[in-house]
């Protein structure tokens, strides 16, 4: 039985590709499959990607157009199996220590839709620092029931396979489609649940998704999202990570149009830079006991 699909939309991204699902299948568990939907790529990650499912180190795999970012993601939501899915995305960071201490609560409470945990966010350009998030305070408003939503990322997330014929997958016309689904999820009043560690850590760099957002038409949809979830919290056009990321990935490609620079860290072995990256999420999260906060 699977209990768990990692799933992962990717479009020619192979070199931040190789070193995810590298991570990703060092430890995978024998309940656990790794779902992947290509774009249709035009670099070689269609060659690497058959090679991995031609020898079972990846489970379900297509490779076609997708209509936008969501259509992919939903496509690989419903290729899953697991009783869980987890998103991966194929150029942030993650902790499957982490992962699998929600895997475990998720088995345990079968009532639980969803769990979300805190977050971590870095820039290639300046890999050293890793800021740190939470949504703990906005959670607890809402789990109190002081206010019907709130937003959070999906990067973190964890979701009940079972609960997408109640919550849904993502919404295609949107283009912060974590943003809108997380104000959909609390809106419906999902049971989601809070873990305190960090499940993911987000890196942006000039190849980001969010960093080539048409801001305007964000502001647009956040303002009918606002109105239609009952959301008048913070940053409601969107979400304070997604805006960091966005200005992070647009000053790096600005940096970048100005020619090459060999010292700069975006040149630099990205292995090494992802390396210190799993190594700082893994011993943050093996630094502190963390707990799980019912949201109901």
């Given at each position: 039985?699977?209990t768990?699909?990692?799933?992962?939309?990717?479009?020619?991204?192979l070199?931040?590709l190789k070193i995810?699902?590298?991570?990703?299948?060092?430890g995978l568990?024998?309940?656990?499959?790794?779902v992947?939907?290509?774009?249709?790529s035009t670099?070689?990650?269609v060659?690497?990607?058959?090679?991995?499912?031609?020898?079972?180190?990846?489970?379900r795999?297509?490779?076609e157009?997708?209509?936008?970012?969501a259509?992919?993601w939903n496509?690989?939501?419903?290729?899953a199996k697991?009783t869980l899915i987890?998103?991966?995305?194929?150029?942030d960071?993650?902790c499957?220590?982490?992962?699998r201490q929600?895997?475990?609560?998720?088995l345990?409470n079968p009532?639980v839709?969803?769990v979300i945990?805190?977050d971590?966010?870095?820039?290639?350009?300046?890999?050293?620092?890793?800021?740190?998030y939470s949504r703990?305070?906005?959670?607890?408003?809402?789990?109190e029931?002081?206010?019907?939503?709130f937003?959070f990322?999906d990067?973190h997330?964890?979701?009940?396979r079972s609960?997408l014929?109640?919550?849904g997958?993502y919404?295609?016309?949107?283009i912060?489609m974590?943003?809108?689904y997380?104000?959909?999820i609390?809106?419906?009043?999902?049971?989601?649940?809070?873990?305190?560690?960090?499940n993911a850590?987000?890196?942006?760099?000039?190849?980001t998704?969010t960093s080539?957002?048409n801001n305007?038409?964000?502001t647009q949809?956040?303002?009918?999202a606002?109105?239609f979830?009952?959301?008048a919290?913070?940053?409601?056009a969107?979400?304070n990570?997604s805006k960091?990321k966005i200005m992070?990935g647009k000053?790096?490609?600005?940096a970048?149009?100005?020619?090459?620079?060999?010292n700069s860290?975006?040149?630099a072995?990205i292995?090494l830079?992802?390396s210190y990256?799993?190594?700082?999420?893994?011993?943050l999260?093996?630094q502190?006991s963390f707990?799980f906060?019912p949201?109901?």
């Amino acid at each position: 039985m699977i209990t768990l699909s990692y799933i992962i939309a990717t479009r020619n991204r192979l070199p931040f590709l190789k070193i995810t699902l590298e991570n990703l299948m060092a430890g995978l568990q024998p309940d656990e499959e790794i779902v992947v939907v290509d774009g249709a790529s035009t670099d070689d990650t269609v060659a690497y990607l058959q090679e991995l499912f031609d020898t079972g180190k990846i489970h379900r795999f297509i490779s076609e157009p997708d209509k936008n970012q969501a259509h992919g993601w939903n496509k690989a939501m419903l290729l899953a199996k697991g009783t869980l899915i987890k998103k991966i995305i194929d150029d942030d960071v993650f902790c499957y220590a982490a992962i699998r201490q929600c895997k475990t609560y998720m088995l345990n409470n079968p009532q639980v839709d969803v769990v979300i945990s805190n977050d971590l966010g870095s820039s290639l350009s300046n890999y050293q620092q890793v800021d740190h998030y939470s949504r703990l305070p906005q959670f607890k408003q809402w789990a109190e029931g002081l206010t019907p939503s709130f937003t959070f990322g999906d990067v973190h997330m964890l979701v009940r396979r079972s609960s997408l014929a109640y919550i849904g997958l993502y919404n295609t016309s949107y283009i912060m489609m974590d943003w809108e689904y997380a104000l959909r999820i609390s809106y419906l009043k999902a049971n989601i649940a809070y873990y305190t560690g960090y499940n993911a850590l987000s890196v942006a760099h000039p190849q980001t998704i969010t960093s080539q957002k048409n801001n305007s038409l964000i502001t647009q949809q956040g303002k009918k999202a606002q109105q239609f979830y009952d959301y008048a919290g913070d940053s409601a056009a969107i979400s304070n990570w997604s805006k960091l990321k966005i200005m992070a990935g647009k000053a790096i490609y600005r940096a970048n149009q100005t020619g090459p620079n060999s010292n700069s860290p975006i040149n630099a072995d990205i292995q090494l830079i992802y390396s210190y990256y799993y190594q700082y999420i893994n011993s943050l999260n093996n630094q502190a006991s963390f707990t799980f906060i019912p949201g109901s």
